[in-house]
């Protein structure tokens, strides 16, 4: 089977040595059970990037664009691709500028067409907050959506939305969690330790994401000053980069937590995993929130988690019971639900148990990929009983 794929993550067309995150070893994964994987996705002209091979069938295509030129760069080289190659199945990563290529391939080569939704953000107020722009981009989702043969969802939450609000066939909509490697965090040591260079606090609550508006880190600043009045002992580590860290770091001279809160920056991410195993839980608070795949690594490490009810991985947590969840404009509620693991390291460690043996079972990408090729199995059967 050869698949088309139109992403967004430009850091599939980069070298690997200046990659943060698992995405090129993930497709490479998809790819062992594929004929060829051909993904479309942007990069910045700077960039010069080429075309590049991840494995022997797995090619990424970069445009020299981002942004709206995207489009039709990306719609070039993908009618390229679908001329010189059957094409069996185009998968896009989102309903949006991605899906809008993928759905004018499918015009044009009538090919099967599989989306992606990664988050709850079509119809959904925090993000049509936070740019006019999102507006136009929710009806071209909305759009998009019913014109795809099938569409591939995080939870099933966002099934059930899609079905009630937009009246989307139950059938044509598959439940398919974002997968990890999860023995990188299983299998190795701490390499960074973060309890002797951080050793006048008791408890580290660890935030790892982008400083961007979506994440949310306001919340859990303000969460934090609430907590260290009775928690003094307790350090807020923030790793990550972006343009909210001036706001960010203003706000937190504002709240008196300069002594309490430590940002990071940028950390490579083969030391990742020892901040996730120097750390005592983990907090996602995301406006919302495609999938989270912190979470899982630092359920992986046998951290448990607070996150916001937004989040795709709300729903195995809940039901997993390894982690605690909250409104994400309540930092109040937020602030009790650390205390509360803070307090009891008995539950802390419950829920960190269980849910190193759930991800284990269940998310490590090496025990999963196969399901990406039954998916597209399954978005041509649909596509050929809608043409009859």
């Known amino acids: 089977m050869n698949v088309l794929g139109i992403g967004g993550d430009s850091t599939l067309a980069m070298d690997k ?11 490479i994964e998809y790819g062992k059970y594929l004929s ?11 960039m010069k990037s080429k075309v590049r091979k991840l494995s022997e069938n797995v090619t990424v ?7 709206f030129r995207f489009i039709w ?11 010189e ?16 290529v993928g759905y004018l391939l499918k015009r044009k080569f009538g090919i099967p067409l599989n989306v992606q939704l990664h988050g709850d953000y079509l119809n959904n107020e925090f993000w049509l ?18 014109k795809a043969d099938s569409i591939r969802v995080v939870s099933n939450r966002i099934k059930e939305k899609l079905v009630k609000q937009l009246n989307i066939p139950y059938n044509d909509i598959f439940v398919l969690p974002i997968f990890t490697n999860i023995s990188r965090f299983t299998e190795n040591l701490p390499k960074i330790n973060l309890r002797e260079k951080y050793s006048g606090f008791k408890y580290i609550v660890l935030f790892i994401g982008a ?7 306001d919340v859990l600043l303000k969460a934090a000053a609430e907590i260290v009045k009775k928690h003094p002992e307790t350090l807020f580590l923030i790793v990550g980069v972006g343009e ?17 809160v430590k940002f990071e920056g940028a950390v490579p991410y083969e030391y990742i995993p020892s901040y996730y195993h120097s750390c005592d839980l983990l907090v996602l608070p995301s406006k919302h929130e495609g999938w989270g795949r912190v979470i899982i690594e630092a359920l992986a490490c046998g951290r448990p988690v607070v996150l916001s009810d937004t989040c795709g991985s709300v729903e195995f947590v809940a039901n997993a019971k390894c982690g605690l969840s909250f409104p994400p404009n309540r930092p109040d509620i937020l602030a009790e639900k650390i205390v509360y693991l803070l307090q009891n390291s008995e539950v802390r460690a419950e829920m960190g148990n269980r849910g190193r043996t759930y991800v284990k079972e269940t998310m490590d990408i090496k025990k999963n990929a196969y399901k990406y090729r039954d998916l597209y199995e399954k978005t041509i059967e649909l596509s050929k009983r809608k043409q009859t």
């Open 244 to 260: 909210e860290k001036k706001r960010l770091t203003n706000l937190t001279i504002q709240l008196g937590l300069e002594q309490n």
């Open 17 to 27: 040595n200046r990659v943060t995150g698992d995405s090129q070893d993930r497709h």
């Open 129 to 146: 907050e936070e740019s006019k722009l999102n507006y136009f981009l929710n009806m071209l989702g909305n759009f998009i959506i019913k």
């Open 36 to 46: 060829n994987l051909f993904i479309i996705v942007p990069s910045p002209k700077r």
């Open 61 to 67: 295509y970069p445009t020299p664009s981002q942004g």
């Open 85 to 100: 190659n059957k094409i069996d199945v185009i998968t896009t990563q989102s309903p949006l500028l991605t899906g809008l």
């Open 73 to 83: 760069d990306s719609y070039r080289i993908g009618r390229k691709i679908c001329r």
């Open 211 to 217: 400083l961007s508006k979506t994440k949310n880190v």
